[in-house]
C-alpha cells in the first residue's frame, strides 16, 4: 500500500473505529419552535427539492469521505445504493490519488452504476495548486463519475495538523476562480469541519461558484483524526497540536447564520455539513437559511438505516413545525439560548 492509499484508509479506520467527534454538537444550541396545531396531514408532506438543477426527493447529500484504495470501492458503492434508494445526492471523497493514477478510478467510478440524482465530485484546493493542469485535471474528475457538479474542498486545519500535510494556501482563490469560470458544471466550495465565515463568503461569492458547503465544527473533527494518525507515527508534537486544535472552527450552525443573507442575495447555495445526526438537524439548517443539508461519518456504518431515521425524522419535524414542504420549514420559527 503506498503512502495515499493507507492514509485514505486509516482516515476511514479511525472514525470508525475512535472518538473524532468535536466535544460539543452546536445544533443542540438551537431548538425548532413546536407547532401544537399543524394542520396538516404528515401523508401530504412533500420533501422534494430542486438543487444544483437536480431533482430530490429530500434535501440531503451524503458528503464525500472516500476513495482511493480497495475497500473504497465497497464503500462508495454501499453510499451510492442509499443516495439511489432515497433519492438523495452523494459526493465522493478527493479524487487525487485517481488523477494522479488510474488504477484507483474504480474505487470512486463504481457509483455510476448507481442513478444517484446528484452526484459530486471532489479535488482539494491545496492540489489545484499543485497541478500544472490543474482545470484538465478537474474536468477528468467530473468525467470519472458523470458528476452532475464538483467540490473543491478546503481543508487546512487538517493539513496543519497532519504530520505529511501540505501547508500552501497561498493563490488558493484565484484558482477557485479559475477553475470555476473554465468548467461547466456547478462549482462548489466545501470546507471540511472547520466552518466559512463571513469574510471568507464575501470573497467567495465574486468567484463564480454555484454553492457554499459551511462544513462547520461540531461533528466529525478532522484535527482528531490528523491527531490519531500522528500518534501512530509516534508524533508527539504533532499529536499534541491536533489534541490543541481538536475543537477549532465555526460550528455548522452559526456559520450558515453569518453567510445566510449574503449568499442568498448572491444567489448562491448553501449546504449545511457538520454534525449533522438526523432529521431535526436537517430542519434547524433548513430554518437557518441552509438550502440542503449534508452529513459524512454516521454512513459509514448501517448507512440503510440510519438514512431511513434520517427521512423519518426530517418528515416527523416538519409534521411537527406545521410545514408541509421544504418552502414552508424555512420559515419556520427557531430559537436559540
Ligand atoms: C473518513 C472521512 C473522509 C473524508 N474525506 C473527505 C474528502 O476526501 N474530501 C472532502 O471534501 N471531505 C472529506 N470528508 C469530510 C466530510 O465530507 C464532512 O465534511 C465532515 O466529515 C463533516 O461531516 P460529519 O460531521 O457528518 O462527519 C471526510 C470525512 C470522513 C469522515
Redesign the pocket.
Known sequence: MNMMEERKKE??DI?KGYNTKHSYNYWDDFMLVHNALPEINMNEIDTRVKFLGKKLEMPFII????GGFKEAKKINEELARIAERYGVGMGV??QRAALEDKKYEETYAIIKKYRVPLKIA?VGAPQLLEWRDAIEKVENAIDMISADAI?I?LNFLQEVIQPEGERIAKGCLKKIKEVAESISKPVIV?E??AGISYKVAEKLIDSGIAAIDV?GAG??SFSAVEAYRARKRNDKLQEELGKIFWDWGIPTPYSILEIAELCKDAGISIIA????RHGIDVAKAIALGADIAS????FLENGMEKMEIMARSLKAAMFLTGSKNVDELREVEIWTF
Open positions: 482516515h476511514v472514525v458528503a464525500g469521505m472516500t471523497g478527493s471532489n467540490a474542498h466545501k471540511t469541519g462544513g461533528g466529525t455539513t457538520g454534525g449533522i452529513a459524512a461519518s454516521i
